[in-house]
Antibody, heavy 122, light 107 residues
Framework: EVQLVESGGGVVQPGGSLRLSCEAS????????LNWVRQAPGKGLEWISY????????NYADSVKGRFTISRDNAKNSLYLQMNSLTAEDTAVYFC???????????????WGQGTTVTVSS | EIVLTQSPGTLSLSPGERATLSCRAT???????LDWYQHKPGQAPRLLIY???TRATGIPDRFSGSGSGTDFTLTISRLEPEDFAVYYC????????FGGGTKVEIK
């Protein structure tokens, strides 16, 4: 079964750090771009970071740029999100998603994890 | 930066009724980069439509997408009980962008 499973969420104090993981099974992530998307309580979906298959293209939303770092280990079939300088506004459920796309074409984010919850609170 | 605005914010309908959801971009976009997602509480979002009008694998044909330029529409021809959820349009670009969502609730 094709699946993504996030982990690493928890409660952290403002200014703290957390590292999220997203492990894939049923497929090799090496040929796919991947995203992190979050949903704050009572809010909609917010894209926060994108990484291409060979990690040659990395993008961040302005809300997390300079604080969050996306990375991947294709050998471990895993995606990561290092989150530093966390604030209450980063409290959310964090989802990873698989992208089906190539140069000049986009077929959407077809596989998503169930999410991991991050709470930033003192 | 392109902003996607979805309307209405909430749609109250009964099972069997037709749902029409709108997504408007602040400037003309490439329709092949526009998709729609369904999201239920506690679940993973689900890809419904990509390329503005192509149903994703396994999506029932009661879901259809249309539009071009700045105006896009997701239509659910006859609502089933499992269709009550929040729906997001999304645009691929250097910065991926979601609309604010439309909640389809049971009337």
């Amino acid at each position: 079964e094709v699946q993504l499973v996030e982990s690493g969420g928890g409660v952290v104090q403002p200014g703290g750090s957390l590292r999220l993981s997203c492990e894939a099974s049923g497929f090799s992530i090496s040929t796919y771009s991947l995203n992190w998307v979050r949903q704050a309580p009572g809010k909609g979906l917010e894209w926060i970071s994108y990484i291409s298959g060979p990690s040659t293209t990395i993008n961040y939303a302005d809300s997390v740029k300079g604080r969050f770092t996306i990375s991947r280990d294709n050998a471990k079939n895993s995606l990561y999100l290092q989150m530093n300088s966390l604030t209450a506004e980063d409290t959310a459920v964090y989802f990873c998603s698989r992208v089906v796309a190539g140069p000049g074409w986009w077929y959407g984010m077809d596989v998503w994890g169930q999410g991991t919850t991050v709470t930033v609170s003192s | 930066e392109i902003v996607l605005t979805q309307s209405p914010g909430t749609l109250s309908l009964s099972p069997g009724e037709r749902a029409t959801l709108s997504c408007r971009a602040t400037q003309s976009v490439t329709s092949s980069y526009l998709d729609w997602y369904q999201h239920k509480p506690g679940q993973a979002p689900r890809l419904l439509i990509y390329g503005a009008s192509t149903r994703a694998t396994g999506i029932p044909d009661r879901f259809s997408g249309s539009g071009s330029g700045t105006d896009f529409t997701l239509t659910i021809s006859r609502l089933e009980p499992e269709d009550f959820a929040v729906y997001y349009c999304h645009l691929y670009g250097d910065h991926l962008t979601f609309g604010g969502g439309t909640k389809v609730e049971i009337k």
